[in-house]
């Protein structure tokens, strides 16, 4: 007699979570989406993410930005593994989504936008102006990846955060041939 399987991790939750499937319509839809999603209730006003983000900040000094930003950056560097997209879909899980997977689970998988979009909204969340960064390394035009700066108040200098390029930034910006920028400063 065979017996049907066990459920294996997600496989059994009775609602799948909150995600975004679609095709891809080109980068401009989709940091459409990655600022909507930044702004909304599942990010800049999630009490979820807030708390996350108070835990990460919690030891640092008061009104050391840099060290904030910093943090978040880690966090993100540790608690993400990039994933590419699947081949012929645009997959954007919200923040607050991100943030339960690490909580469950001690890690979640995300592609670059998904990355970018914790970064900028718990960047939000700290006060601090944020864009995306949109960029290629080829044609003009021709956009490949995606990450977030932040800017540090006191200095009024952007920082770069972007876990995809691990501790080598500095050679992928010089890679860089073409770029847009996406501020989050209006919702």
């Not at 670059?112 to 909204?121: F, G, K, N, P, V």
């Not at 932040?150 to 920082?159: A, D, F, H, V, Y």
């Not at 890679?175 to 400063?185: A, F, G, K, P």
Request: charged residues 25%; hydrophobic residues 35%.
């Amino acid at each position: 007699m065979l017996s049907s399987p066990q459920p294996v991790g997600f496989i059994g939750r009775q609602a799948p979570p909150a995600h975004r499937l679609s095709g891809f319509h080109g980068s401009a839809d989709t940091l459409n989406l990655m600022r909507e999603q930044a702004w909304g209730p599942r990010g800049e006003q999630s009490v979820v993410v807030r708390m996350a983000l108070e835990e990460i900040t919690r030891d640092l000094f008061p009104k050391d930005y840099l060290s904030e930003i910093l943090a978040v950056r880690n966090f993100a560097t540790s608690h993400l593994r990039y994933v590419n997209d699947p081949l012929h879909v645009e997959y954007v899980k919200d923040p607050e989504r991100l943030v339960e997977e690490i909580g469950e689970y001690g890690i979640a998988q995300a592609d670059c936008d998904e990355i970018a979009e914790l970064i900028a909204t718990m960047g939000l969340q700290l006060g601090r102006q944020a864009e995306y960064v949109v960029v290629g390394f080829g044609e003009p035009g021709d956009y490949s990846h995606v990450f977030t700066r932040l800017k540090e108040p006191k200095s009024g200098q952007w920082i770069v955060c972007d876990p995809v390029a691990g501790t080598d930034e500095r050679t992928m910006l010089g890679r860089v041939t073409t770029y847009e920028l996406w501020s989050l400063d209006e919702p």
